[in-house]
T-cell receptor, first 114, second 114 residues
């Protein structure tokens, strides 16, 4: 049981390049989330999904797209990276339901956009 | 909307000192309250939680009590260790239609010196 995994762990992009971050969970969780963490800002929600085939915008969705084609995977895409997207990205998942509201986090992806 | 305010750090303590990190919140209804901890270079992990007023969450010597009357969830530990050095996040999720989205405080960096 690996929990929540994220690929890659580190990435450096040039402005305008694109990339996809992969989040995978093996806990059969319904809900999945993408956050970004910036110094002094805490964690901010980018997009989330309440089940396979669904996605929704969070607090800071601009410049990002997501897809949830399989229940266990949640992809975060940057179509045209900008320096403002330099951040640490965390994925999380949750089962949902009574007493099942604890989010489980992946180890993070550190992205630098030059 | 929901919001979480926690004391800004950094907090520096000597080993065996008493720790308090203040957290207050604004939310509709009766949210669930959480403390997450992030050790250097890692993702967030749940430290403790409380789901209703007057509940006390506890784990690894840390405690926090859900105070509805003061909308607070302060984190305490009687005797900190060097291994407690980390960033601590207070967070909440609202019941009923929130899709378990977490609202985070900005985090408090704790450094414990031997």
């Amino acid at each position: 049981n690996a929990g929540v995994t994220q690929t890659p762990k580190f990435r450096v992009l040039k402005t305008g390049q694109s990339m996809t971050l992969l989040c995978a969970q093996d806990m059969n969780h319904e809900y999945m989330y993408w956050y970004r963490q910036d110094p002094g800002m805490g964690l901010r929600l980018i997009h989330y999904s309440v089940g396979e085939g669904t996605t929704a915008k969070g607090e800071v969705p601009d410049g990002y797209n997501v897809s949830r084609l399989k229940k266990q995977n949640f992809l975060l895409g940057l179509e045209s990276a900008a320096p403002s997207q330099t951040s640490v990205y965390f994925c999380a998942s949750i089962s949902g339901g009574a007493g099942k509201d604890t989010q489980y986090f992946g180890p993070g992806t550190r992205l630098t956009v030059l | 909307g929901n919001s979480v305010t926690q004391m800004e750090g950094p907090v520096t303590l000597s080993e065996e000192a008493f720790l308090t990190i203040n957290c207050t919140y604004t939310a509709t209804g009766y949210p669930s309250l959480f403390w997450y901890v992030q050790y250097p270079g890692e993702g967030l992990q749940l430290l403790l939680k409380a789901t209703k007023a007057d509940d006390k969450g506890s784990n690894k010597g840390f405690e926090a009590t859900y105070r509805k009357e003061t909308t607070s969830f302060h984190l305490e530990k009687g005797s900190v260790q060097v291994s407690d050095s980390a960033v601590y996040f207070c967070a909440l999720t609202s019941p009923g239609g929130s899709n378990y989205k977490l609202t985070f405080g900005k985090g408090t960096l704790l450094t414990v010196n031997p």
